[in-house]
């Protein structure tokens, strides 16, 4: 961890550029080399955006289930760190991804909101995790905090599976079950480049924000420990 404390503000400077170039080449892919979608049109386009953004919520959340589990294993605050920038970052992204779901729904299903398998259990997600870091504002002790939220941290991520599988477990709903054959991504070709290529966006902007709130977290420590030293 103190490799990271040290070189975290080489590797967010990295991670911003990098980030800004693929956004960049990104808009370009979706808009511009990717094919019309024959049936869905325009809306379609906000499906480039709207699957990075939920993969990326899933790592936000493993990391809280990894953090917490880290921390009521050694008893060590980095951990818990880790678990808390995990589902802020985690938070954020489950909010992207239902307002686009959103956006995308009422063109093509006409509603923005329905109660689907997946769209239910993914609010699940967002109000479990939501009363997640509303549990560590309200705890002042740290070290309980820190148990208490390692705890829901832990159970609450027995949602994320659901929401991934709700398609399959529950059948009913908007979202479809795909069926696809081995190497075959179900989609052309170049709808499946410009694809991956916002896939690596995401996973850049996830990292450089959860970067950014993990040095944040840490720089707060170290300023409460210079406090209670003096």
């Given at each position: 961890?103190?490799?990271l404390k040290?070189n975290?503000?080489?590797a967010?400077?990295?991670?911003?550029?990098?980030?800004a170039?693929?956004?960049?080449?990104s808009?370009?892919?979706?808009?511009?080399?990717?094919?019309?979608?024959?049936?869905?049109g325009?809306?379609?386009?906000?499906?480039?955006?709207?699957?990075?953004l939920?993969?990326m919520?899933?790592?936000?959340?493993?990391?809280?289930?990894i953090?917490?589990?880290g921390?009521?294993?050694?008893?060590?605050?980095v951990?818990?760190?880790?678990a808390?920038?995990g589902?802020?970052?985690g938070?954020?992204?489950?909010?992207?991804v239902?307002?686009?779901?959103m956006?995308?729904?009422?063109?093509?299903?006409?509603?923005?909101w329905?109660?689907?398998?997946?769209?239910?259990?993914?609010?699940?997600?967002?109000?479990?995790f939501?009363?997640?870091?509303?549990?560590?504002?309200?705890?002042?002790?740290?070290?309980?905090?820190?148990?208490?939220?390692?705890?829901m941290?832990?159970?609450?991520?027995?949602?994320?599976?659901?929401?991934h599988?709700?398609?399959?477990?529950?059948?009913?709903?908007?979202?479809?079950v795909?069926?696809?054959k081995?190497?075959?991504p179900?989609?052309?070709?170049?709808?499946?480049?410009?694809?991956k290529?916002?896939?690596?966006?995401?996973?850049?902007?996830?990292?450089?924000?959860?970067i950014?709130?993990?040095?944040?977290?840490?720089?707060?420590d170290?300023?409460?420990?210079?406090?209670t030293q003096?």
């Open positions: 961890m103190k490799f040290d975290a503000p080489i967010a400077d990295i991670l911003a550029v990098a980030t170039v693929f956004m960049a080449l808009a370009w892919m979706v808009f511009n080399y990717a094919p019309m979608e024959e049936v869905m325009w809306p379609q386009k906000i499906f480039y955006f709207h699957v990075p939920a993969i919520c899933y790592v936000g959340f493993l990391f809280t289930f953090g917490s589990i921390f009521l294993w050694k008893k060590d605050f951990w818990d760190r880790v808390v920038c589902a802020e970052t938070v954020v992204f489950t909010i992207l239902l307002a686009t779901g956006f995308w729904g009422k063109p093509i299903w006409g509603a923005y329905t109660w689907d398998p997946r769209l239910t259990t993914s609010l699940i997600l967002l109000i479990i939501s009363g997640y870091l509303i549990l560590r504002s309200r705890v002042e002790d740290e070290t309980l905090r820190a148990k208490y939220a390692a705890v941290g832990i159970v609450g991520y027995a949602d994320v599976p659901l929401v599988y709700s398609v399959k477990l529950w059948s009913r709903g908007i979202h479809p795909l069926e696809k081995a190497g075959d179900g989609m052309h070709p170049d709808m499946y480049m410009a694809l290529v916002c896939f690596v966006t995401f996973v850049l902007l996830f990292f450089l924000v959860f950014q709130r993990l040095r944040l977290e840490t720089l707060k170290d300023v409460e420990r210079l406090k003096r």
